[in-house]
């Protein structure tokens, strides 16, 4: 079983996220544009979790302001090396 | 041809995302020196994903891809198939690494334009050969790298580089093909200004950049001067009046060599927007 897998950093524009084994599914999303991204972000996050095929997952994902892109890149690189790591 | 080329770091969003704003004439997304190890794969999915969604129109990218010791070319070549790039830059470049690039599958890169990094000594003893190979657009100098290849402390002595920086722009001219000096390590702008004194003064056509901030000076330096301007069009304009390719001007002969030389600087002008409303210098 893997560890955490931590992607990113907590500079401005970008954001870390981290991976670790769940029994369910659980997305913790923590951004300094809540109010107005809250809901978007994790809209980008569920699709590509989605696309993964990945349910059995912890994310926890804090914000500082990354685009679109930079969330998808950094999930994108988390999910390869959490595969990676679980499935040898 | 370009006057400035800026390295930035292929894992940084907010310097990919500010790529535009820099004012350098080529961009340069780096995922060798500029990346850890462990990032390579962080670096690769940040940098196709900016480009996919948000590339900036009208702005020559290269991308910096690692070497084949490490096998991480593959992995690169594999993540930018089918970005909208201008090119790459080939680290180490010889004419076994041409080979390993050129013949590497599954890429869609046959298109691309090769800058090749001139930063071993192997390379200077087969650099006309690298300098006329089809696939090649320009040489550029690797200073750091073939410093450290030839304990040649640069520090110390830039005219320890002569010769390399020599050898690497006659190799380029005598293929047609664009060089590109070396860029200066220090973040002071008289360091700066020296460097790309010498830039100019080895013939080199533009300059490598490892900080935003040195852009401009960069730009400036080595885009014609007014004066030289002014001069250039002087020499074209009676050269055609005097439908000559020899004559005086001001006491000074003029022939062939020094118009050819007016007009090869006008058209330089002409490329970074300094003629605005002069249509006669052309």
Known sequence: ?88 | MARSYLFIPGNVPRMLQNMDVYDADVIIIDLEDAIAIEEKDEARFLTCEFLRAHRPENLPILIRINSDEDSLMRADLMAIKGLDITGIVLPKTSLAQLERFTSMKPTNTTDLEIYGLIETPEAFFELDKIAKHPRIKGLMLGGEDLSTHTNIDKSLDEIAFHMPKSLLNFAAKAAQKEAIDTPVSSLDDAALIQGIKQTKTFGFDGKLAIHPNQVPLINTHLAPSKTAIHEARRIIIAHEKKGSMRFSLDGKMIDKPIIQRAQKLLDKAHRYGLLAGDAHAL
Do not use: Q, W
């Not at chain 1, 950093?9 to 991204?37: G, Q, R």
């Not at chain 1, 302001?65 to 998808?72: E, N, Q, V």
């Open chain 1, 1 to 88: 079983m893997a560890d955490i897998i931590t992607v990113g950093t907590l500079e401005s524009s970008d954001c870390m996220v981290s991976l670790k084994p769940s029994k369910t599914l659980e997305i913790k999303i923590d951004t300094i544009v809540h109010e107005a991204f809250y809901h978007h972000i994790k809209t980008v996050v569920e699709k590509i979790l989605n696309e993964a095929e990945l349910k059995n997952i912890h994310l926890s994902l804090t914000d500082k302001g990354a685009l679109d892109y930079t969330i998808k890149a950094r999930l994108k690189t988390a999910i390869e090396r959490f595969k990676e790591a679980n499935n040898g």
